[in-house]
């Protein structure tokens, strides 16, 4: 009881030396340096976040789509027409480009964590929360333990953190197949590629439910394919797809 007043004043000067850092150190824009705006959400200068695009209509409301001409309502894409997805909906925040891309590729490859909460605050975005508010689950898309050694972490499971009121499993799914890196595949390769590379290991965790897959980049969909083949399959109600960028196919 007797110490209190002492913790307190010492978590007040803690709160005013840092109060003092944030004043001598101003926060640098991540993408350029620039000085950032003190309002700003993230560590983002105005021009840089004037460079990002960010996915508007009109898309595919099933496989989000980008369609390339602008104009034009939201309409179903000429695959989801003919070839419907196992998930209902998949939607990203930013296109693959830009700030957008260098936070993808610098998060997960050069390991800058700096980037995450940029991007846990691009998936808060109206758009994307959306999704998470209709999910009963949310599933980080798993690495195989091999990959997972090597990386030293798993970008889905951190980006998931942006919702910590949802509830994130990541033991729903599992990658039993190691398979090689997606990058340089052509999109019949991708498919083979991760075929039966996912299971679900307690079918009864997702059953009924509306799942929400999370991951960093969608490109041309085959991993969250195979992903949401296997959970509707294990008896998920609903499989739905969040990711923070999105290729856009010209
Ligand atoms: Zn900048
Ligand atoms: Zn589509």
């Known amino acids: ?18 109060n003092l850092l944030d004043f001598f150190l101003p926060r640098l824009c991540l993408f350029c340096g620039a000085a ?26 099933c496989c989000g789509l980008i ?12 695959t989801c027409r003919t070839e419907p997805p196992p998930f209902a909906r998949a939607r990203a925040a930013a296109v693959y480009e830009g700030p957008a891309a260098k936070a993808v590729t610098r998060f997960k490859f050069g390991r800058q964590m700096a980037y995450l909460p940029v991007m846990q605050h ?13 999910a009963d689950l949310i599933v980080p898309v798993p690495l195989h333990p091999k990959r ?23 033991e729903a799914l599992a990658r039993v197949r190691h398979t090689p890196p997606q990058v340089g595949l052509n999109p019949k390769e991708r498919r ?25 980049l969608y490109t041309t969909g085959a991993t969250v394919r195979e992903c949401a083949r296997v959970l509707r399959r294990a008896g998920a109600k609903r499989v739905e797809v969040l990711t923070v960028a999105r290729v856009k196919h010209e």
């Open 36 to 61: 950032v705006a003190e309002s700003a959400a993230v560590a983002v200068c105005a021009d840089c976040e004037g460079g990002i695009e960010w996915v508007e209509s009109p898309v595919c409301p």
């Open 67 to 78: 369609f390339p001409m602008r104009e034009g309502e939201d309409r179903l894409c000429g």
């Open 122 to 134: 691009w998936l808060q975005g109206q758009r994307c929360a959306e999704l998470v508010t209709d």
């Open 192 to 216: 083979d590629n991760v075929h039966q590379a996912f299971a679900v290991p307690r079918p009864e965790e997702v059953k009924g439910k509306n799942v929400l897959l999370v991951d960093d």
């Open 148 to 170: 997972l050694r090597h990386r030293g972490f798993n970008q889905a499971l951190l980006l998931a953190g942006a919702f910590p009121e949802a509830k994130v499993s990541l």
């Open 1 to 18: 009881m007797g110490d209190r007043p002492i913790l307190a004043s010492f978590y007040r000067l803690k709160r005013f030396s840092l």
